[in-house]
């Protein structure tokens, strides 16, 4: 992590203020923290830096107890990720069979093609995986911040980061439910693939928090719960539309009716996920000034 970085970084342990955390690098070098803490200074929480990666979760403990392990290395998706956001060929055996040529990480340059350019923009891309769509959006926006629950993700991403020598980006562990920044302070927010994993009326109000106003959100998701059979909370094209509107959002006019993005997945070496991915864009109504 950037020893700048964390001048950014709220405590998520207050949400009735914003509470600065403070740097403690243990080792580092160039401006870069590889091991240290970030320490609240209020309530005296300290989040790991590990490995360069900085850990700004709530509850650390209880996350890594509920946690998902299917996206950390050696889990059932981390492998997929890594195929479809960076590592597929075209010498694969479906993709080279289909008539119709599909490049899996097209979706993701298909979504960051309709955002438009802000060059003095900070965007925030939540769940980000290992870092492939951050890294696009990072093309269009002055800087761009992944956060991921998956420390192997983020570990992964920041890897990618270093080779694409880009500057203008930053990734950490971080809840999108209860994400260590200021309020207001996004030009746009990137959530993709992420509804089923948290409760779509939580990550709603936290994007509505995050966002300044007048500003974009953006979402894609295929609305698929078979993996996720205890989702509480589930949505389809048109509940989600409707849940978007009542959290003080406008749709934005060609992303009102469903669509159909495709979107493939390897999941081992004989079997592939293939969905029809919806997508929405919507923008913050607000009473301030843009
Ligand atoms: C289905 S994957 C989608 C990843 C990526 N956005 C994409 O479309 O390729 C969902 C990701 O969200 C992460 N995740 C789940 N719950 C999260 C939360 N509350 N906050 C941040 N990330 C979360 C997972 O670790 C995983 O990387």
């Known amino acids: 992590m950037r020893t700048q970085f964390s001048r950014h970084l709220v405590c998520p342990q207050h ?55 299917r996206y950390e290395e050696g889990g059932a998706l981390f492998v997929p990720y890594r ?17 119709w040529r599909l490049k899996p990480n097209e979706f993701y340059n298909r979504i960051v093609h309709t955002i438009s350019l802000k060059t003095d923009g900070v965007a925030l891309d939540m769940g980000c995986s290992m870092g492939y769509s951050t890294l696009e959006l990072a093309k269009k926006y002055a800087f761009v911040v992944g956060i991921d629950l998956s420390f192997s993700f ?41 509804l089923e994993l948290v409760q779509p009326t939580d990550l709603l109000s936290s994007i509505h928090w995050l966002l300044k106003p007048h500003s974009l959100v953006v979402f894609a998701d295929p609305y698929d719960y ?30 009102k009716t469903e669509s159909h993005i495709p979107w493939i997945i390897k999941i081992h070496e004989r079997a592939y996920l293939f969905y029809f991915v919806d997508y929405i864009m919507a923008k913050k109504l607000s009473k301030h000034k843009a």
């Open 154 to 194: 983020i570990k992964e991403a920041r890897r990618r980061l270093s080779t694409s020598q880009q500057e203008n980006v930053e990734f950490c562990v971080a809840d999108s439910l209860h994400a260590p920044f200021n309020y207001m302070k996004f030009d746009l927010i990137l959530a993709l693939n992420l």
């Open 15 to 69: 949400t009735d203020k914003q509470v600065r955390l403070s740097l403690e690098s243990l080792q580092g070098k160039d401006n870069e923290c590889v091991e240290g803490f970030l320490k609240c200074d209020t309530c005296q929480t300290l989040y790991p830096i590990v490995e360069g990666v900085a850990i700004v979760v709530k509850d650390f403990v209880a996350s890594r107890q509920a946690k998902d392990d």
């Open 226 to 255: 078979n993996y996720q059979p205890h989702a509480k909370q589930r949505v389809d094209a048109q509940t989600f539309r409707s849940m978007v509107e009542k959290t003080g959002f406008e749709l934005v006019q060609k992303t």
């Open 83 to 99: 195929w479809v956001q960076y590592d597929h060929s075209s010498e694969d055996r479906l993709l080279s069979t289909l008539k």
